[in-house]
């Protein structure tokens, strides 16, 4: 029984003891069982909101991580193979716009956004220029 059954079982506890507005403990017992039905109508507004607002949740989070059905990431952070040679996936740092290059192009040319034209600055940390060498 969830609370609005259970405050109208009240209600009709209350209607079938024929409480009327003749005395005071009439008036407070028929004002609590009204605010109880108040209440209970409420948080069931309150509950259907909040389950909303999860799935819409739990959509941004999957979107945003973009995971898979198995719960790992699609992205990993270690470059993919693919034909024999790593591809690496580069962030435009002003449209945001993604690209891929390979190894060779990201050590030998300058690389620019598809979307936006803008030049990608590359520094590379020394770990990175040691397997570079």
Not at 13 to 24: P, R
Not at 98 to 120: H, R
């Amino acid at each position: 029984m969830n609370l609005s059954e259970k405050a109208a079982y009240l209600k009709g506890l209350a209607d079938g003891l024929g409480l009327k507005d003749d005395t005071s403990e009439q008036k407070i017992l028929r004002g609590a069982v009204d605010l109880l039905a108040a209440i209970s109508e409420k948080l069931e507004d309150l509950d259907g909101e909040v389950g909303n607002i999860c799935g819409e949740l739990d959509t941004i989070e999957d979107d945003l991580y973009e995971t898979d059905d198995e719960g790992g990431d699609e992205e990993d952070d270690e470059p993919e193979e693919q034909e024999g040679k790593a591809q690496y996936e580069l962030t435009c740092p002003k449209c945001g716009a993604v690209t891929v290059v390979d190894e060779d192009t990201l050590m030998s040319q300058e690389i620019v956004c598809s979307k936006c034209g803008a030049p990608f600055d590359i520094e590379f940390g020394e770990n990175d220029e040691d397997e570079k060498k």
